[in-house]
């Protein structure tokens, strides 16, 4: 019993030194690498290589203004609500105020998108939907309303969500003509339906 003990130890022993090793390699792999990581970077945007501080700030208006949230843990937007009541005319567009200011982090964009029981239930659907990342007036949603009804909105309602993406902003070149692909100048529909 005690000899099979100690070859059980001595291989443990083994595995510990050579998993020791294996860190130990790749440690100085990726020192190696570093200064071509380095050199890599230097030639992005700023906002590419640092990590994006993910705060997304809120400056509320009003008192009727409700501080965007998410509706679960996975949820891609955050809901905007009203902060007043009106009214959507059948067939026409309202300009709904939120009583929000947001400050989106730098290197990302908001997009404003519909609610989908919104679209499904009542036609609603949301227009003009980008907040910049340098923008800092009150968010105001545009909502259109399809059908033959007048749609009520009350304050507190949610009307739309915010989706944050990041945004590439690549510097603009003229040139005399453009690459050939496959595809060409199709468009509207060349692909199929």
Same mark, same amino acid.
């Given at each position: 019993?005690?000899?099979?003990?100690?070859?059980?130890? /001595?291989?443990?022993?083994?595995?510990?030194?050579? *998993?020791?090793?294996?860190?130990?390699?790749?440690?100085?792999?990726?020192?190696?690498?570093?200064?071509?990581?380095?050199?890599?970077? !230097? *030639?992005?945007?700023?906002?590419?290589?640092?990590?994006?501080?993910?705060?997304?700030?809120?400056? !509320?208006?009003?008192?009727?203004?409700?501080?965007?949230?998410? $509706?679960?843990?996975?949820?891609?937007?955050?809901?905007?609500?009203?902060? %007043?009541?009106?009214?959507?005319?059948?067939?026409?567009?309202?300009?709904? /105020?939120?009583?929000?200011?947001? /400050?989106?982090?730098?290197?990302?964009?908001?997009?404003?998108?519909?609610?989908?029981?919104?679209?499904?239930?009542?036609?609603?659907? %949301?227009? $003009?939907? %980008?907040?910049? /990342?340098?923008?800092?007036?009150?968010?105001?949603?545009?909502? =259109?309303? =399809?059908?033959?009804?007048? =749609?009520?909105?009350? *304050?507190?309602?949610?009307?739309?969500?915010?989706?944050?993406?990041?945004?590439?902003?690549?510097?603009?070149?003229?040139?005399?003509?453009?690459?050939?692909?496959?595809?060409? %100048?199709?468009? =509207?529909?060349?692909?199929?339906?």
């Amino acid at each position: 019993m005690v000899p099979r003990l100690i070859l059980l130890l /001595a291989q443990l022993a083994r595995v510990s030194e050579m *998993r020791r090793r294996s860190r130990t390699r790749r440690r100085r792999r990726a020192l190696s690498e570093a200064p071509k990581a380095r050199q890599w970077r !230097r *030639r992005l945007p700023a906002h590419h290589c640092a990590p994006l501080l993910l705060l997304l700030r809120i400056k !509320r208006l009003s008192e009727n203004a409700v501080i965007p949230s998410r $509706a679960s843990p996975l949820s891609a937007g955050y809901d905007l609500s009203s902060a %007043v009541d009106t009214k959507v005319p059948a067939r026409g567009k309202a300009l709904v /105020a939120t009583d929000l200011r947001v /400050a989106v982090p730098e290197g990302t964009y908001a997009r404003i998108a519909p609610r989908s029981g919104l679209a499904w239930k009542h036609s609603i659907d %949301v227009g $003009a939907g %980008v907040i910049d /990342a340098d923008y800092r007036g009150p968010v105001g949603i545009v909502l =259109f309303n =399809f059908s033959d009804v007048d =749609f009520k909105v009350k *304050r507190g309602d949610r009307i739309a969500q915010m989706i944050l993406e990041r945004i590439e902003t690549p510097e603009v070149a003229e040139v005399d003509d453009l690459d050939a692909t496959e595809r060409g %100048v199709g468009g =509207f529909g060349s692909t199929g339906i």
